[in-house]
């Protein structure tokens, strides 16, 4: 069995995830405790709140150790360890993606698998990774780096529509969240949507709603809570978005790319 493990089970993570299992790969994901992905439908953070968590007909399941994530894999789930532990030791991947987007490395190294892949800014190919892919939207999405590094961040949400940061909602000060919209669901502008650390959130635009944190999750000042796409397409939310694709082929072509220069 051709082992991969993910670091990470966001919305970009889990694209990557679905793409590997194409490629013929089993694959573990990593993450933490309490995840706080936004784009919580198309992500397989999820299972470690709900147990299992289906994306695109794959089911991931919440794992207890790397032993029972290993007999998950083997039947075809895609198991979520939180947090991580000696996964890694016990599991010995082929291939170790980190998929954290936290744009910097938050200490993969090039030693830890024989195909380690680095995505965004933050990862230095051929110095703490095989291959680096790029993340920022633009021409150069999913570029393989075999040297190098991706672009620096912009710290600029994605732009949907038209709009970047007029789309996103941002955590105003520390405090506990608590949201009152359910992904998919319409909303205007204006429109009280949340709450957190008290301070009431409002819809930046119309649209529907793409992401929200989960309710109860400590959130830091500065931090996304809840996305608006303002195209309103009830489906947009559920669909594994095409950024994620494009970084997913980049993994895919890195990959390729890493075999045909091996020995």
Wanted: hydrophobic residues 40%; contains cysteine; neutral net charge.
């Amino acid at each position: 069995m051709k082992l991969a493990l993910v670091r990470g089970a966001g919305d970009v993570a889990t694209g990557v995830a679905l793409r590997l299992r194409k490629e013929g790969y089993a694959v573990v994901c990593t993450e933490l405790p309490r995840p706080t992905c936004l784009r919580r439908a198309v992500s397989f953070a999820e299972a470690v709140y709900e147990g299992t968590w289906q994306v695109e007909g794959v089911e991931a399941r919440l794992a207890r150790g790397p032993e029972e994530a290993l007999r998950l894999a083997e039947r075809g789930k895609v198991p979520v360890l939180a947090p991580e532990g000696d996964a890694l030791a016990q599991l010995r991947p082929r291939v170790l993606v980190d998929a954290r987007m936290a744009k910097r490395n938050l200490g993969t190294r090039i030693e830890e698998a024989p195909v380690v892949i680095g995505l965004g800014p933050g990862f230095v190919a051929g110095v703490d990774c095989h291959a680096a892919v790029e993340t920022l939207n633009g021409p150069d999405l999913g570029r393989v780096y075999l040297s190098g590094s991706p672009i620096p961040p912009t710290h600029e949400p994605c732009g949907i529509g038209g709009l970047s940061q007029e789309r996103v909602v941002r955590a105003p000060c520390a405090g506990i969240f608590h949201g009152f919209v359910r992904i998919g669901k319409l909303v205007e502008v204006g429109e009280l949507i949340a709450r957190c650390g008290g301070e009431p959130l409002y819809a930046p635009c119309s649209g529907v709603v793409r992401g929200i944190l989960r309710p109860g999750i400590e959130a830091r000042p500065g931090m996304k809570v809840v996305e608006i796409d303002p195209t309103g397409d009830p489906e947009i939310p559920f669909q594994v978005a095409a950024r994620a694709w494009s970084i997913a082929s980049g993994v895919a072509s890195a990959l390729e790319l890493l075999t045909s220069h091996s020995p």
